[in-house]
Nanobody, 130 residues
């Protein structure tokens, strides 16, 4: 059984920082790409960041580039999302997700599609106040 367990989010003021983590069990973590998505009420879940199975390639939503960093520690089966210079518009429930296919390489920006990912974390609330 594959499980993704996310750390608690939190509440910060604008300009602050938070780090989210997501630990995976039940799958050979080092063979799978990982991603973070976020969702606000009434809107579709939105791609935020992705990292390949070996950590060599990362991709970001334009609005978080330069502020967020996705990383992974394959020895700990954990993916991280470091969020700096947070803005009120970053407020959302954040979800981690793991690829359906091992060692997947996607053309274009197909990786932003939720269907690329097979399992999801429970979601964690991040709130940024102005």
């Amino acid at each position: 059984q594959v499980q993704l367990v996310e750390s608690e989010g939190g509440s910060v003021q604008a300009g602050g920082s938070l780090r989210l983590s997501c630990t995976v069990s039940g799958r050979t973590f080092s063979d799978y790409g990982m991603a973070w998505f976020r969702q606000v009420p009434g809107k579709e879940r939105e791609f935020v960041a992705r990292i390949t199975w070996d950590g060599s390639v990362t991709r970001y939503l334009d609005s978080v580039k330069g502020r967020f960093t996705i990383s992974r520690d394959n020895a700990k089966n954990t993916v991280y999302l470091q969020m700096n210079s947070l803005k009120p518009e970053d407020t959302a429930v954040y979800y981690c997700a793991i690829d359906r296919s091992a060692r997947a390489v996607y053309k274009s920006n197909y990786y932003v599609d939720q269907d690329v990912y097979e399992y999801w974390g429970q979601g964690t609330q991040v709130s940024v106040s102005s």
